[in-house]
DNA sequence: GCCGATCACGCAATAATCTCGCGTGCCCGC
DNA sequence: GCGGGCACGCGAGATTATTGCGTGATCGGC
């Protein structure tokens, strides 16, 4: 996974994380290189692990998300091991994060609505193993969503 | 933005948010239709807004995330604009939500690292109109990210 | 300072994929 | 029972992705 990245490399992946949709042509004219030059790296960056794969972005308003901080019993590797393999299962979980502070982990879940979320919170979060209590703050208004990520300082 | 959607758009729309690399041919052999079927409600649910767009994911552990929870002055709908518009303006802001509960915003940044966090921090958060305080919990591990969303109960 | 190796590039041919018009069958309302 | 509207599959044509080849630049060793 080679960090040597030159402008054109953030410049492009700055583009893909926006909108992977175009064709090679259209991004060899936005960053200066041919098609196939632009082939190339971005093949690069797929072997590499850097850009994992592409996905189809749901409109989130069409769903109810909720932020879930989850604090656990015990510090222990094999109770953080169980509880993210519990968690992991739900395919309604959307992220997952393990923080530092007061609290263990952030979990949001997606669900279609507050029945499916009873649903998920009590079978996901309730029953999960080792967890000492939870709070859920339910989103009114997903204002931006993505998995952006800077490539380099701004 | 029709809801009228089959189990076919279900699975087709699991498929695209997990991978949308695949050809339409693929995915007309896993839903069982032809290509051009399969491009046809793709471009539906594109043209219905369901579909935001296709975005590159890039590896999240080449970043430092940050889950900040913030709480504003007042509740006033003009201080939330621009505290909204305050804060997108920043393209290290990967999410922004506003939630329910003690809190106002839950803001994701991503950075390059601490320095760099510390930079937008200072500028983005710090310096927002509005804010009274917020606190930020740093993500050890990106265990799980996604934007998947369910379009129907499990 | 020169030479060879390596790398990324552009170009062009080929292969794969997407796009779209057409004809057919199904379902629903009349 | 009889149209009308839809979504489908098929297939031709256009667009896009892929790959081999030759070239120029950069770098390290001699």
Redesign the pocket.
């Known amino acids: 996974m080679p960090a040597n990245l030159d402008e ?1 490399d953030h410049h492009l992946l700055d583009l893909l994380q926006q909108d992977s949709g ?5 991004l ?1 004219d936005l960053v ?12 690069r960056y797929r072997a590499s692990g850097l850009v994992r794969r592409e996905v189809a972005v749901v409109d989130p308003s069409a769903a109810l998300l909720a932020v879930c901080l989850v604090t656990l019993d015990h510090e222990s590797p094999e109770e953080h091991a169980r509880f993210r393999e519990w968690v992991l299962a739900a395919p309604e979980v959307q992220q997952l994060y393990n923080v530092s502070g007061d609290h263990d982990y952030v979990v949001v879940l997606a669900t279609t609505g507050m029945p499916h979320h009873r649903r998920v919170a009590d079978r996901v979060l309730k029953s999960a193993p080792g967890l000492r209590r939870y709070s859920t703050m339910f989103v009114l208004d997903p204002v931006w969503t993505s998995l952006t990520v800077p490539t380099r300082d701004a």
């Open positions: 054109i175009r064709t090679l042509a259209e060899g200066g290189l041919s098609p196939s030059a632009v082939q190339r790296r971005v093949e």
